[in-house]
């Protein structure tokens, strides 16, 4: 626990939400798919990629980042670096379903990303398969036919060597940040991502900040690391916050009746 009990109940307000967003996204599985929402609109758009399905995943990724993460705090436990492991993979996929579901971009759009999205994960399973020396793995079948799903419904393009390629691609973890977060202060929200990756990367830079000198046994020069409340608080609203605008953009996406508003 913190040596400061006030900042200590500060971290367990901060990341209380957590419980009832699991919660809201677990009852909006039951209720029927509203007849206008914009899930039936993509859908009538056509796509064998799904932004929704993979979105769905992103989501479940976040919350159970989230929910560990406040129930370690609701124990007693405010551990120096592993609450950034926990708060990066719960921001990151949030914002992932936030530019997946993105209600202001257009039917086709929404499909083109859900196709980015499903080929950028193969790419991934296929350097898993190929790493783990699997000789009869499936990724690079499924790519080649998604790939060629998305061409039959003019979602590629092709480059000087006529390859084909998808009209859309994942943005950058940072690009996501900056697009899809609020600034902080004059700065883009680009430095979030890089303050979490460092600190779960286990980064020299993030690992030592703030260190102090604290005895020297042996000659040896120890330093003493003290979990930074004033900045672990704000990183907790912030992470809540963008899980919280996930949730609602999935239960938006499927459950409410679709006005359409277009800037992209």
């Not at 009832?20 to 929402?37: K, N, W």
């Not at 530019?99 to 759009?109: E, F, G, K, M, S």
């Not at 499924?142 to 390859?163: F, M, P, S």
């Not at 005895?215 to 990183?235: C, Q, R, T, Y």
Request: glycine share 6%.
């Amino acid at each position: 626990m913190s040596s400061d009990p006030m900042s200590y109940h500060r971290l367990k307000e901060a990341l209380a939400g957590a419980e009832s967003l699991a919660e809201s996204y677990t009852s909006s599985l039951v209720v029927p798919t509203h007849r206008e929402s914009q899930l039936r609109t993509d859908e009538a758009a056509g796509g064998v990629a799904s932004c929704f399905n993979v979105a769905s995943a992103a989501l479940v990724v976040a919350l159970d980042h989230l929910s560990t993460w406040n129930e370690t705090v609701r124990q007693g436990s405010v551990a120096v670096y592993a609450n950034y492991s926990l708060a990066r993979p719960a921001y990151e996929c949030a914002l992932r379903v936030l530019w997946l579901l993105d209600p202001a971009a257009r039917p086709v759009t929404r499909i083109a990303r859900g196709y980015a999205a499903q080929l950028d994960s193969l790419r991934w399973m296929k350097k898993f398969q190929e790493s783990v020396g699997m000789t009869d793995g499936n990724a690079s079948a499924l790519y080649d036919r998604l790939l060629k799903a998305a061409c039959r419904e003019g979602l590629t393009v092709k480059d000087a060597k006529g390859n084909e390629h998808l009209s859309e691609s994942v943005p950058s973890v940072v690009t996501l940040f900056e697009t899809y977060d609020r600034p902080t202060g004059d700065l883009k929200a680009g430095w979030i991502y890089r303050f979490l990756s460092g600190h779960s990367h286990g980064f020299e830079w993030a690992a030592m900040r703030g260190a102090e000198l604290s005895f020297s046994e042996a000659g040896m020069d120890l330093n003493k690391v003290l979990v930074d409340m004033n900045e672990l608080i704000p990183m907790a609203d912030r992470t809540v916050s963008a899980v919280a605008r996930a949730v609602t953009s999935h239960i938006n996406y499927r459950l409410k009746a679709h006005t359409e508003v277009r800037s992209h």
